[in-house]
């Protein structure tokens, strides 16, 4: 049967429009917020995250400092997915930012699917706003792991919940990770999602529909790869 969907989002962030824009519609920009490594070339972008690349999605609108928007081709089973972008600078050096993203999901199966999206969508939001907070004109390096495979999600996140020191709210400082040595303040919390922001990173866990774990970082300063640590630690926190 499928699913039509249309999912609106908005924040006003402390960042101009001309932030804004560098973060929406440039390779370095989108990796400092959303998934994966992305790249803007040819007027089409391209996602890659971890393993898997994505399809590839058409720029439809580009008008500098107010709208920038993108779509994937349609499958042959209707699948598509758009973003549209929408800018409007206020007072003091703010800018409204007006996200949304629509698109077709099929099949009958489709409810677990959209729910991963909803639920990923809000981190991603929420990151972007962080990032325009804390680290705009910055470029993160993305990091992407994959736990082991989950197949009891409510154990799965009390294992996590465990390692943070108990189930994190927005606000909560936590210390976490490869030798207990990350610490940061959780900005985001949702029931698939988690992000936590420190000085130079931001460090957030994906429900990933897959059905594994994902740490899915965003690293601001730290030229170590830190792929091998985080993959370990999620080995082990899901033995």
């Not at 981190?123 to 004109?137: M, P, Q, S």
């Not at 993305?142 to 465990?162: H, Y």
Request: glycine content about 12%; hydrophobic content about 40%.
């Amino acid at each position: 049967m499928g699913h039509e969907f249309e999912l609106p989002h908005e924040a006003t962030v402390g960042a101009t429009p001309e932030e804004v824009w560098e973060a929406i519609s440039t390779g370095p920009g989108i990796d400092s917020w959303f998934m994966g490594r992305n790249e803007v070339a040819d007027g089409v972008v391209r996602t890659a995250f971890g393993p898997f690349d994505m399809p590839p999605s058409t720029v439809t609108g580009a008008e500098p400092l107010r709208r920038f928007a993108h779509a994937s081709d349609k499958g042959d089973d209707g699948r598509f997915v758009a973003y549209e972008f929408m800018i409007e600078g206020r007072e003091r050096g703010s800018t409204l930012i007006r996200m949304v993203t629509s698109g077709f999901l099929p099949g009958d199966d489709w409810q677990d699917e959209f729910e991963a999206m909803s639920r990923g969508l809000e981190l991603y939001v929420a990151t972007l706003a962080e990032y325009l907070g804390h680290f705009a004109g910055r470029a993160a390096t993305p990091l992407t792991e994959f736990g082991p495979p989950v197949t009891d999600w409510p154990d799965a996140w009390k294992r996590l919940n465990a390692a943070l020191g108990g189930p994190p709210s927005p606000g909560d400082r936590v210390r976490f990770g490869p030798g207990d040595r990350f610490e940061g303040v959780v900005y985001h919390r949702n029931s698939q999602t988690v992000g936590i922001r420190s000085g130079e990173a931001m460090y957030r866990f994906l429900q990933g529909f897959g059905g594994s774990m994902i740490a899915s970082h965003l690293l601001f300063a730290s030229a170590d790869d830190q792929g091998p640590a985080w993959r370990a630690w999620l080995a082990d926190l899901y033995a």
